[in-house]
């Protein structure tokens, strides 16, 4: 198990457990963490599952997946840098710990 | 305030609940589903799910998602009637009022009149596609009855698996009803490469023990046929309600039915599409939570605006993922790009692109398509970069 943190808009922080090899994006919705969709179910088909990866953890997280720039292109809030699609994230014992930030809009 | 009911628990109906709660409705939402369980997620079914069998991970929203939002979700309950003048829903003894009825009851597996059909094994729900790993599990000869996106992934992931596979579809080429002639060859050549057998203006006419009969009396040795020769409405329960049925539940730009107290959404909805006008139906996730969330915002905050989100649909065959963005009828004309990008037009009006492994232009598509309607002229003026028109 390894622990992820998501950081909504407004501040609040959520901690959660999560399995190695799940993804940031399943391990969201399947503890109600409100601010990712994930509507095409991680099939990069949209950018719903849009967060900011925390400076802290940017190298941990690795870069931008093949196509993700793409459909970053199209997400509902302002594209950063640490932008990434949550669903990309594969979560790995290294990412214990890891913090993300939910942006204001995901459609 | 009797609350609102939403019939069909797929990802539609679901995404009508959660979107209610997110613009602020606070009445009673009843969710209820045909089929046991939490609502899930269709796409993978004939994709990722038959490789891997992780049920879990086609789950949309865990059980507590419902308590903590207060969405009462009734599984398993099939609704029989709807009572408009009394606005109840019945199920069985069961009765449940509503302010305002979403009818989301997406579509079943057409089943052609073919001899023997009752042996062919469906790909729809998470229990077919169970079935259908646990055939698969030992090596099979499989036929597959219809050259569509379920048919061919099915297809192209039961080859994958080292089995025998032959498709037959009774027009003259693949997903003949989505995409351009262009692209259909490329997917038949795509199947070809992969070893599968694709029988083309083959309509199925038999199904046997061990064998698919094709209507030229030829026939393919199979040990399990797959029936993926689309679906049909489900609309029962709106015809017998009164409200107006024709290829789906019909509704406005509004996606309001006759009736002021009942919307309805998604595979099941036949809505003017925005670009043309025309009634269409859309087997798809993109509309089903589009619609979803237009409904919500109509219901709650008054929105009236006009539904007018641009359609997009994907297939993930071998490793080719084709994306379409738009919408295209199957006479429309279609301009090949150097890259392969397949751009069609519906006389001077850009009505779809249809690209292979091109997230880029795809997604430049639909933010294009979004900001209004795209010209000819203008799209060959700029080489079919769609970036810059």
């Known amino acids: 198990m390894v622990k992820v943190i998501y950081v909504a808009k407004d501040g609040t922080r959520t901690e959660v457990k999560a399995q190695v090899g799940d993804t940031v994006m399943q391990t969201a919705l399947d503890n109600d963490v409100a601010g990712i969709v994930g509507e095409c179910g991680g099939s990069m088909m949209c950018a719903t599952c849009h967060c900011y990866v925390d400076d802290a ?28 699609l949550s669903c990309q994230i594969q979560l790995t014992p290294e990412l214990n710990g890891l913090v993300v930030h939910l942006p204001e809009d995901q459609v | 305030m009797a609350g609102i009911v939403i019939v069909g628990a797929g990802q539609g109906g679901l995404q009508a609940a959660i979107s209610l709660r997110q613009e602020g409705y606070e009445g009673t939402i009843t969710l209820i589903g045909a089929e046991d369980g939490l609502p899930y997620q269709r796409p993978p079914l004939s994709k990722a799910y038959l490789k891997s069998g ?3 991970a086609l789950r949309l929203r865990p059980e507590t998602f419902f308590e903590k939002s207060d969405i009462t979700l009734r599984s398993g309950l099939w609704v029989d009637r709807i009572d408009r003048a009394g606005r109840t829903v019945h199920a069985g003894a069961e009765v449940f009022a509503y302010d305002h009825l979403i009818l989301a009851t997406g579509t079943r597996n057409l089943r052609p009149p073919i001899d023997g059909v009752e042996r062919a094994l469906d790909l729809r729900t998470l229990d077919d596609a169970k079935k259908l790993r646990e055939v698969l599990s030992t090596p099979q000869r499989c036929a597959v009855i219809g050259g569509g996106f379920i048919g061919l992934e099915f297809a192209a992931v039961a080859r994958g698996l ?10 003259d080429r693949l997903m003949a009803r989505v995409v351009s002639p262009e692209m259909s060859q490329r997917f038949l050549d795509l199947h070809h490469g992969l070893g599968t057998a694709v029988h083309l203006g083959a309509a199925a006419q038999g199904v046997t023990r061990d064998a698919m009969h094709l209507a030229d009396g030829s026939e393919v040795a199979a040990d399990v046929v797959l029936l993926a020769a689309g679906v049909r409405p489900n609309t029962e329960l709106a015809a017998e309600a009164g409200l107006a049925v024709d290829n789906g ?9 006759g009736d002021p107290a009942i919307s309805a959404l998604g595979d099941c909805a036949v809505f003017p599409d925005p670009a043309t006008g025309r009634a269409v139906r859309l087997e798809s996730v993109q509309a089903a939570t589009d619609h979803a969330r237009l409904i919500a915002r109509r219901l709650v ?4 605006d006009g539904y007018g989100a641009v359609p997009w649909f994907w297939s993930d065959q071998a490793d080719w993922k084709l994306q379409i963005a738009g919408l295209s009828a199957p006479g429309d004309d279609t301009a090949v790009r150097a890259d392969g990008a397949v751009f069609r037009f519906a006389g001077d009006r850009l009505s779809s692109v249809e690209t292979i492994n091109n997230a880029k232009t795809h997604m430049q598509t639909r933010k294009r398509l979004g900001q209004g309607p795209v010209s000819r002229a203008a799209l060959k003026a700029a080489d079919l970069d769609i970036a810059a028109v």
């Open chain 1, 57 to 84: 953890w940017t190298d941990a997280a690795g870069p931008r997946k093949d196509g993700e720039d793409d459909m970053l292109d199209c997400a509902a809030d302002e594209v950063k840098e640490t932008s990434r």
């Open chain 2, 54 to 56: 992780d049920a879990e």
């Open chain 2, 162 to 171: 080292g089995h025998e596979v032959a498709v037959a579809e009774a027009a």
């Open chain 2, 249 to 257: 539940v019909v509704v406005d730009a509004q996606l309001l039915t």
């Open chain 2, 301 to 304: 905050k008054g929105d009236s």
